[in-house]
């Protein structure tokens, strides 16, 4: 299916979560079809999905592209990662805020370069859609231009990215702080020009408390007010020095989340990453005002920032939206099959073991569900947008001798998790086109 659209029927074995399996059931919270068959219309929308035998006779006409026994699942969707970090990998920081000093913010400061921003944005996409991410909530930078180059990208590939530009006004280099004023109407700009525009959405960005003065939360505040429909991200208890110096510089608040919610930061399309060290006052709140918190743990293992307790959070006596994300760049992999690995491994340490429905269904309908996109994206089905990754599950010699042992969907998809990475990753679906072989062409 290459060039102008015209349908296709893609086959595998078609897997797509209808609920959460927590709540639902292990056996209800899944379809699977063995030999099954996705249509995608014309207009890179699912049309039909079902068993392979059954595909309706009208579209007997187009293409078929059979992906054998490789598992169709919709494209992963990461909640929090970002953009200027996708090359700073692997950064030797002792912490957080020593990262963040000594790397992080030094690197951001090359986004100022429009040329710069440019090329990184067609690197990051590319990487993105490598690792059959399909859809995106990114922090940006302070940079107008960089932020702009970030959606227009996005654009041109069709894929749904939500992002916004990074508001900081302190604690940080002169060359990556603003102040409130020009940071919401930098944002105002921005709203105006990508909010909707093809599959794009805008999230105004302070990017935590430590690099916000009380003027510029009250702006990003007053945003959320102006703007009720957009997103809002930042980051929220996830370092211990961190929290610390938010006590300090803002003696006044209850805690770390009472900071934000004194300036209208909270509430549905609110999500705070990381969320590592909540107290239960502070899970109460983010669940009464419906906010999300994003579990990031190749980040947290990463950085020492601590081991997040999903079920807690997620199905504690205050029930806390969950989403999932790589965090990249203090995330050590794009790789969703990473994060999903690091997610199990951490709860198993805090003895509140996920399980492999559950992480996958985190990564599809869950996070859609979490940023309110469950009506476009997140599972396979009529109407949607045809977002899908092609994993294998047989990889690599290893991996193909693992999964001889297999028995059911959760166990093909528990050894996915724990032991796959881009390798698996065979193809990755916008909008119906393929986009992971097509970056291969494109270079040629
Ligand atoms: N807190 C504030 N900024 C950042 C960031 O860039 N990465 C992480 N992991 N935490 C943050
Ligand atoms: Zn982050």
């Avoid at 309706?56 to 200027?84: C, K, S, V």
């Avoid at 963040?100 to 400061?109: A, D, H, V």
């Avoid at 916008?430 to 494109?442: C, H, L, T």
């Amino acid at each position: 299916m290459n060039g102008e659209r015209s349908g296709a029927i893609v086959r595998g074995q078609v897997v797509t979560f209808n609920d959460d399996p927590e709540v639902v059931g292990e056996r209800e919270c899944v379809s699977h079809w063995v030999d099954g068959a996705v249509v995608i219309g014309d207009d890179g929308a699912i049309a039909w999905v079902g068993a392979r035998g059954e595909v309706p006779d009208e579209y007997a006409g187009l293409e078929t592209i059979d992906h054998g026994d490789r598992l169709i699942l919709p494209g992963f969707i990461d909640a929090h990662l970002h953009f200027p970090q996708y090359r700073m990998i692997a950064a030797y920081g002792k912490d957080l805020l020593d990262w963040l000093n000594r790397y992080t913010f030094i690197e951001e400061q090359r986004y100022g370069d429009e040329d710069v921003a440019k090329a990184a944005a067609v690197e990051f996409i590319d990487e993105l859609f490598r690792q059959g991410i399909t859809a995106c909530l990114a922090f940006s930078t302070i940079h107008m231009t960089a932020t702009s180059a970030l959606f227009a990208e996005a654009a041109s590939r069709n894929m749904a990215l939500i992002s916004g530009r990074t508001m900081m006004d302190r604690s940080a280099p002169e060359g990556l702080t603003d102040d409130a004023q020009t940071s919401h109407d930098e944002s105002v700009e921005l709203i105006e020009r990508w909010s909707g525009a093809g599959r794009l959405g805008y999230a105004i960005s302070p990017r935590f408390a430590v690099t916000s003065s009380e003027a510029q939360l009250e702006a990003a505040g007053s945003l959320v007010k102006q703007y009720p429909d957009l997103w809002m991200q930042t980051h929220l208890s996830e370092n211990h020095g961190e929290i610390e110096v938010v006590a300090n510089d803002f003696p006044w608040a209850k805690d770390y989340t009472d900071v934000y919610d004194r300036f209208g930061l909270l509430g549905p399309k609110s999500f705070f990453a990381h969320g590592i060290h909540l107290g239960d006052r502070e899970l109460a709140r983010l669940s009464e005002s419906g906010s999300g918190v994003v579990h990031c743990p190749t980040s947290n293992n990463f950085l020492g920032s601590g081991l997040f307790r999903c079920r807690h959070t997620r199905n504690g006596k205050t029930p806390v939206k969950t989403a999932v994300g790589c965090d990249i760049g203090g995330g050590t992999s794009f790789a969703m099959l990473d994060t999903l690995r690091d997610a199990y491994t951490v709860s198993q340490l805090v003895g509140a073991r996920i399980s492999p429905l559950e992480a996958f269904y985190l990564a599809t309908l869950g996070n859609a569900r979490a940023l309110g996109l469950e009506e476009t994206i997140g599972s396979l089905q009529a109407g949607k947008f045809a977002d899908m990754v092609v994993l294998d599950p047989k990889a690599t010699p290893i991996m193909a001798a693992r999964h001889d042992l297999s028995q059911s969907l959760a166990d093909v998809l528990f050894a996915l998790m724990i032991m796959g990475d881009d390798r698996a990753v065979h193809e990755t679906y916008v909008a119906g086109r393929p986009v992971k072989s097509a970056i291969g062409a494109s270079q040629r």
